[in-house]
Protein backbone atom coordinates (compact mmCIF):
# COMPACT_ATOMS: atom_id res chain seq x y z
CA UNK A 1 0.00 0.00 0.00
CA UNK A 2 1.86 3.00 -1.17
CA UNK A 3 1.36 5.79 1.34
CA UNK A 4 2.66 8.80 -0.77
CA UNK A 5 1.98 8.70 -4.83
CA UNK A 6 3.65 9.83 -7.97
CA UNK A 7 1.37 9.49 -10.49
CA UNK A 8 3.37 10.20 -13.39
CA UNK A 9 6.64 8.78 -13.92
CA UNK A 10 8.01 11.39 -16.39
CA UNK A 11 7.20 14.98 -17.52
CA UNK A 12 8.68 16.79 -20.40
CA UNK A 13 8.40 20.54 -20.89
CA UNK A 14 9.70 23.40 -22.80
CA UNK A 15 13.04 25.45 -21.43
CA UNK A 16 11.41 28.75 -19.84
CA UNK A 17 7.83 27.28 -19.40
CA UNK A 18 5.98 26.09 -15.77
CA UNK A 19 7.11 22.68 -14.60
CA UNK A 20 4.17 21.08 -12.08
CA UNK A 21 4.97 17.85 -10.17
CA UNK A 22 2.02 15.76 -8.63
CA UNK A 23 1.81 13.97 -5.41
CA UNK A 24 -0.77 12.24 -3.55
CA UNK A 25 -0.60 10.69 -0.27
CA UNK A 26 -2.82 8.99 2.20
CA UNK A 27 -1.63 8.68 6.12
CA UNK A 28 -3.25 11.73 7.72
CA UNK A 29 -0.86 11.56 10.39
CA UNK A 30 2.43 12.93 7.59
CA UNK A 31 2.85 16.26 8.95
CA UNK A 32 6.10 17.23 6.86
CA UNK A 33 6.68 17.10 3.17
CA UNK A 34 9.50 17.04 0.77
CA UNK A 35 10.71 17.68 -2.18
CA UNK A 36 14.07 15.76 -3.58
CA UNK A 37 16.16 15.93 -6.60
CA UNK A 38 18.03 12.99 -7.76
CA UNK A 39 20.53 13.01 -10.85
CA UNK A 40 21.58 9.64 -12.29
CA UNK A 41 24.49 7.93 -10.02
CA UNK A 42 23.80 10.18 -7.79
CA UNK A 43 22.48 10.38 -4.29
CA UNK A 44 18.85 12.67 -4.17
CA UNK A 45 19.30 16.18 -2.72
CA UNK A 46 17.13 18.05 -0.54
CA UNK A 47 14.91 20.62 -2.63
CA UNK A 48 12.12 22.07 -0.29
CA UNK A 49 10.03 21.26 2.03
CA UNK A 50 6.29 22.56 3.55
CA UNK A 51 4.86 22.05 6.98
CA UNK A 52 1.21 20.80 7.35
CA UNK A 53 0.22 24.39 8.67
CA UNK A 54 1.26 26.03 5.62
CA UNK A 55 0.05 25.65 2.38
CA UNK A 56 2.98 27.28 0.15
CA UNK A 57 6.27 27.36 0.59
CA UNK A 58 8.52 29.07 -1.74
CA UNK A 59 12.25 29.06 -2.85
CA UNK A 60 13.45 30.97 -5.94
CA UNK A 61 11.99 29.30 -9.00
CA UNK A 62 10.72 26.62 -6.51
CA UNK A 63 7.43 26.43 -4.86
CA UNK A 64 5.50 23.81 -3.30
CA UNK A 65 2.09 23.84 -2.93
CA UNK A 66 -0.11 21.97 -0.26
CA UNK A 67 -3.56 21.12 -0.43
CA UNK A 68 -4.27 19.26 2.88
CA UNK A 69 -8.25 18.45 2.23
CA UNK A 70 -7.16 16.96 -0.96
CA UNK A 71 -4.00 15.47 0.59
CA UNK A 72 -2.65 16.07 -2.25
CA UNK A 73 0.96 18.94 -3.24
CA UNK A 74 2.40 19.95 -6.30
CA UNK A 75 5.73 21.16 -7.00
CA UNK A 76 6.49 24.13 -9.54
CA UNK A 77 8.97 25.03 -10.69
CA UNK A 78 8.88 28.66 -13.15
CA UNK A 79 10.98 29.23 -15.52
CA UNK A 80 12.15 25.54 -16.12
CA UNK A 81 15.45 25.48 -17.17
CA UNK A 82 17.71 22.12 -18.88
CA UNK A 83 20.00 21.83 -15.22
CA UNK A 84 16.57 20.96 -13.99
CA UNK A 85 16.16 17.67 -15.82
CA UNK A 86 16.11 15.05 -12.88
CA UNK A 87 13.97 12.75 -10.97
CA UNK A 88 12.25 14.29 -8.54
CA UNK A 89 10.80 12.85 -5.16
CA UNK A 90 7.88 13.56 -3.05
CA UNK A 91 8.55 12.10 0.95
CA UNK A 92 6.69 12.91 3.63
CA UNK A 93 7.16 12.54 7.44
CA UNK A 94 4.76 11.45 10.35
CA UNK A 95 4.57 13.32 13.89
CA UNK A 96 5.73 10.65 16.55
CA UNK A 97 8.01 8.38 16.53
CA UNK A 98 11.79 8.09 17.59
CA UNK A 99 13.22 9.09 14.12
CA UNK A 100 12.29 11.35 11.58
CA UNK A 101 11.71 8.57 8.83
CA UNK A 102 10.31 9.91 5.01
CA UNK A 103 8.11 7.72 3.11
CA UNK A 104 9.03 8.47 -0.19
CA UNK A 105 6.87 8.32 -3.68
CA UNK A 106 8.33 6.68 -6.74
CA UNK A 107 9.57 9.69 -8.66
CA UNK A 108 9.09 11.46 -11.71
CA UNK A 109 11.77 12.45 -14.78
CA UNK A 110 11.43 15.90 -15.62
CA UNK A 111 12.92 16.37 -19.04
CA UNK A 112 13.54 20.22 -20.05
CA UNK A 113 14.02 20.79 -23.37
CA UNK A 114 15.83 23.39 -24.84
CA UNK B 1 33.15 18.84 3.36
CA UNK B 2 32.40 15.03 2.60
CA UNK B 3 28.80 14.98 4.22
CA UNK B 4 27.98 10.41 3.56
CA UNK B 5 30.16 8.46 2.19
CA UNK B 6 29.54 4.92 0.96
CA UNK B 7 31.66 2.72 -0.05
CA UNK B 8 31.88 0.65 -2.80
CA UNK B 9 29.95 2.33 -5.11
CA UNK B 10 29.44 -1.26 -7.30
CA UNK B 11 29.79 -4.71 -6.76
CA UNK B 12 28.61 -8.26 -8.01
CA UNK B 13 27.25 -10.95 -5.54
CA UNK B 14 26.98 -14.15 -6.37
CA UNK B 15 23.62 -15.85 -4.54
CA UNK B 16 24.74 -16.88 -1.24
CA UNK B 17 27.58 -14.81 -0.73
CA UNK B 18 28.02 -11.73 1.87
CA UNK B 19 28.90 -8.33 2.13
CA UNK B 20 28.74 -5.07 3.86
CA UNK B 21 28.07 -1.59 2.58
CA UNK B 22 30.01 0.70 4.36
CA UNK B 23 28.34 4.39 5.28
CA UNK B 24 30.21 7.00 7.04
CA UNK B 25 29.23 10.77 7.78
CA UNK B 26 31.31 13.91 9.07
CA UNK B 27 28.63 16.28 10.38
CA UNK B 28 28.01 14.35 14.05
CA UNK B 29 24.44 13.55 12.91
CA UNK B 30 22.69 11.41 15.16
CA UNK B 31 20.09 9.87 13.02
CA UNK B 32 21.23 7.27 9.89
CA UNK B 33 19.21 5.52 7.77
CA UNK B 34 19.49 2.66 5.00
CA UNK B 35 17.46 2.74 1.98
CA UNK B 36 16.94 0.80 -1.24
CA UNK B 37 15.48 1.95 -4.24
CA UNK B 38 14.07 -0.66 -6.86
CA UNK B 39 14.03 0.32 -10.58
CA UNK B 40 10.46 2.47 -11.15
CA UNK B 41 10.15 2.39 -7.18
CA UNK B 42 10.68 4.94 -4.51
CA UNK B 43 12.67 4.52 -1.43
CA UNK B 44 12.54 1.88 1.12
CA UNK B 45 13.81 2.06 4.44
CA UNK B 46 15.59 -0.91 5.64
CA UNK B 47 17.14 -0.32 8.88
CA UNK B 48 17.94 3.43 10.88
CA UNK B 49 19.35 4.48 13.56
CA UNK B 50 18.79 7.44 16.41
CA UNK B 51 22.11 7.14 17.63
CA UNK B 52 25.28 4.99 18.68
CA UNK B 53 24.13 1.92 20.05
CA UNK B 54 20.36 2.42 19.14
CA UNK B 55 18.67 0.79 15.59
CA UNK B 56 15.89 -0.09 14.49
CA UNK B 57 13.87 -2.12 11.58
CA UNK B 58 12.61 -0.13 8.70
CA UNK B 59 9.65 -1.36 6.11
CA UNK B 60 12.16 -3.77 4.41
CA UNK B 61 14.50 -5.45 7.11
CA UNK B 62 14.56 -9.25 6.27
CA UNK B 63 18.22 -10.17 4.57
CA UNK B 64 19.79 -7.39 6.31
CA UNK B 65 21.53 -6.70 9.57
CA UNK B 66 23.21 -3.33 10.89
CA UNK B 67 25.06 -1.87 13.84
CA UNK B 68 26.28 1.61 15.37
CA UNK B 69 29.13 1.56 17.26
CA UNK B 70 29.77 5.53 16.56
CA UNK B 71 28.33 8.12 15.81
CA UNK B 72 29.83 8.00 12.22
CA UNK B 73 29.64 4.74 10.66
CA UNK B 74 25.84 2.70 9.99
CA UNK B 75 27.36 -0.44 7.93
CA UNK B 76 24.69 -2.47 6.37
CA UNK B 77 25.29 -6.33 6.31
CA UNK B 78 24.06 -8.55 3.61
CA UNK B 79 23.94 -12.51 4.48
CA UNK B 80 23.30 -14.38 1.88
CA UNK B 81 22.68 -12.66 -0.89
CA UNK B 82 19.42 -13.40 -3.05
CA UNK B 83 18.35 -11.61 -6.27
CA UNK B 84 16.06 -9.81 -5.00
CA UNK B 85 18.34 -7.62 -2.72
CA UNK B 86 19.69 -6.21 -6.43
CA UNK B 87 19.25 -2.66 -6.15
CA UNK B 88 20.80 0.81 -5.46
CA UNK B 89 21.49 1.11 -1.57
CA UNK B 90 21.71 4.87 -0.34
CA UNK B 91 22.74 5.75 2.97
CA UNK B 92 21.84 8.98 4.93
CA UNK B 93 21.78 10.90 7.60
CA UNK B 94 20.10 13.88 9.28
CA UNK B 95 20.63 16.05 12.33
CA UNK B 96 18.46 16.27 15.54
CA UNK B 97 15.15 18.21 14.66
CA UNK B 98 16.03 18.56 10.93
CA UNK B 99 13.77 16.84 8.48
CA UNK B 100 15.67 16.83 5.53
CA UNK B 101 18.50 14.24 5.13
CA UNK B 102 21.82 14.16 3.60
CA UNK B 103 22.09 11.46 1.24
CA UNK B 104 25.10 9.77 0.10
CA UNK B 105 26.16 9.03 -3.77
CA UNK B 106 24.66 5.03 -3.53
CA UNK B 107 26.03 1.38 -3.76
CA UNK B 108 24.60 0.00 -6.92
CA UNK B 109 24.59 -3.85 -5.83
CA UNK B 110 23.79 -6.89 -8.82
CA UNK B 111 22.89 -10.58 -7.16
CA UNK B 112 23.26 -13.13 -10.05
Known amino acids: DQQVKQNSPSLSVQEGRISILNCDYT??????FLWYKKYPAEGPTFLIS?????DKNEDGRFTVFLNKSAKHLSLHIVPSQPGDSAVYFC?????????????FGSGTQLTVLP | NAGVTQTPKFRILKIGQSMTLQCTQD?????MYWYRQDPGMGLKLIYY???????DKGEVPNGYNVSRSTTEDFPLRLELAAPSQTSVYFC???????????FGSGTRLTVV
Open chain 2, 92 to 102: ASSGTGEYGYT
Open chain 1, 27 to 32: NSMFDY
Open chain 1, 50 to 54: ISSIK
Open chain 1, 91 to 103: AASARGGSARQLT
Open chain 2, 27 to 31: MNHNY
Open chain 2, 49 to 55: SVGAGIT
